[in-house]
């Protein structure tokens, strides 16, 4: 299944920045190989039955400890 999952995201990779490097938009390149790396990542541990936490525990904790807020 990881191998399919590589396969997808190469093509999405080639596809998807083939224009903007006819462009030569190299900042929207980048861009965009940033956030597919970071799709990627995420996609990949879930096939790979890693347990991803919830950002919205993330979020609870930042505005709890760090903003002083109280959301019970």
Known sequence: MIFFVIAVFI???FLGSR???KK???REVAVFFILLSFGFT???LQTLD???PSP???IRT???KVLYLSYK
């Open 11 to 13: 093509g999405i990779g």
């Open 56 to 58: 919205g525990e993330g």
């Open 62 to 64: 930042f505005f709890e």
């Open 19 to 21: 224009n903007l490097i």
């Open 24 to 26: 030569k938009s190299w």
């Open 42 to 44: 995420l996609i990949a």
């Open 50 to 52: 890693v347990k991803i």
